[in-house]
């Protein structure tokens, strides 16, 4: 079955850096699309970035671009969001999503929180 696990979150200064990982197996990573979306407090979950199946384009939500880079290693089954600049905005649980065979399967989620 589909299953992704999230790592890589915890607690950073402002302008800090994390890098965030999501090892996904049970489909074919490959040929497949993946997102991350987090959810604040409060708040609805949102996108916040995606990428094509072979990493060739990605998008971004407005307000981490040029800040956040997502990227994979197919060879790995992983994806990654490398997030440089963090503010107390960006405070969040973050989740890998990946929409396989009309069913939308989500990780467990890891907590990025962003304070002096």
């Known amino acids: 079955q589909v299953q992704l696990v999230d790592s890589g979150g915890g607690l950073v200064q402002p302008g800090g850096s994390l890098r965030l990982s999501c090892a996904a197996s049970?489909?074919?990573?490959?040929?497949?699309?993946m997102s991350w979306y987090r959810q604040a407090p409060g708040k609805e979950r949102e996108l916040v970035a995606s990428i094509s199946a072979t990493g060739s384009n990605s998008n971004y939500a407005a307000s981490v671009k040029g800040r956040f880079t997502i990227s994979r290693d197919n060879a790995k089954n992983t994806v990654f969001l490398q997030m440089n600049g963090l503010q107390p905005e960006d405070t969040a649980v973050y989740y890998c999503?990946?929409?396989?065979?009309?069913?939308?399967?989500w990780g467990q989620g890891t907590q990025v929180s962003v304070s002096s």
């Open positions: 999503n990946v929409y396989w065979r009309e069913g939308d399967y």
């Open positions: 049970g489909f074919a990573f490959s040929y497949t699309p």
